[in-house]
């Protein structure tokens, strides 16, 4: 029979994989946490990468609603079965007193991606994110040891900033799967309906909403930057990820509204490198 130390170097070293595979960028963070530290953010990162994978797994929405409610019960029974990622977070919630309802609310705000109806309006996608991408900035700062209120700004910020970027860098991916994450009274202003993002060639008004997007995510890591830079300097690796926002929407902003059908990436060691710069020299 397995010790309970067996079953934990195991779940770590799964989740350790989902996050290399689905959040690249996190995965390079937490290379630059402290040692001590670094099973507790896996265990966050890897129970979103856990779930964020739902909506490209599943054949019907209703199949991904089964899922997530699946992952949101086991949060609040503790019985999870064998999921690494459950029990994983048993001891990482107890160690370091985690919000359960914010892990909750993102496993429900993903519920967003399973439908193709793009959010109403720019608060709501900047809710959305939130619910999901400032939530793990904001738990692993608390990991890292900053005190909650005094993180909750700069992750909001941040978790806006690196979601824009990452899912505007995408939205061939999202294009692909029906889903669209510009919001709509972004595209009106620019005479844009949702259905354009599926024409080709794009209409020309895409290409101002792409910019108008970018230009938010830029707004939002200026201040997530001068948040960071008040936080106590042990906790700003847990904001580590940004260092791939700025390079990304230069990108996204080049390829204009051919975003839609030629995804953008960086390589991987210029993610690594970037990230370790901010790690070595801060933000």
Not at 21 to 42: G, I, M, S, V
Not at 61 to 82: F, V
Not at 158 to 176: E, F, I, K, N, W
Not at 210 to 221: D, E, K, P, W, Y
């Amino acid at each position: 029979m397995a010790e309970p130390a067996d079953h934990h170097r195991d779940d770590i070293a799964y989740l350790t994989a989902l996050i290399r595979a689905h959040d690249r960028p996190r995965y390079y963070a937490t290379l630059f946490a402290p040692a001590d530290k670094r099973d507790d953010l896996c265990t966050i990162f890897g129970f979103a990468a856990e779930v964020g994978r739902i909506p490209n797994a599943v054949s019907e929405p209703q199949l991904g609603e089964i899922r997530l409610r699946w992952w949101q019960d086991a949060l609040t029974t503790g019985e999870g079965g064998d999921a690494p990622a459950i029990r994983a977070l048993a001891r990482t919630l107890e160690r370091h007193v985690l919000p359960v309802k914010a892990l909750e609310a993102l496993a429900e705000a993903t519920a967003f991606d399973l439908y193709a109806d793009p959010p109403a309006t720019i608060g709501d996608l900047e809710g959305r994110l939130g619910e999901t991408q400032s939530a793990l900035f904001q738990m692993a700062a608390i990991v890292l040891g900053a005190e909650p209120q005094k993180a909750a700004d700069a992750a909001g910020h941040a978790g806006v900033a690196y979601g824009l970027a990452t899912r505007l860098a995408a939205l061939a991916t999202d294009r692909a799967h029906g889903r669209i994450i510009l919001p709509a009274d972004m595209l009106a202003a620019e005479e844009v309906v949702p259905a354009d993002i599926f024409a080709f060639p794009p209409p020309e008004g895409l290409h101002k909403v792409v910019n108008a997007a970018v230009q938010l995510a830029r707004r939002h890591l200026d201040n997530a930057r001068r948040h960071i830079a008040a936080l106590p300097p042990a906790t700003r690796s847990a904001f580590l990820p940004l260092a791939i926002v700025a390079p990304l929407l230069k990108r996204v902003e080049r390829t204009g509204s051919d975003i839609v059908v030629r995804p953008q990436a960086l390589s991987d060691i210029g993610m690594l490198a970037r990230i370790a710069r901010a790690g070595w020299f801060g933000m």
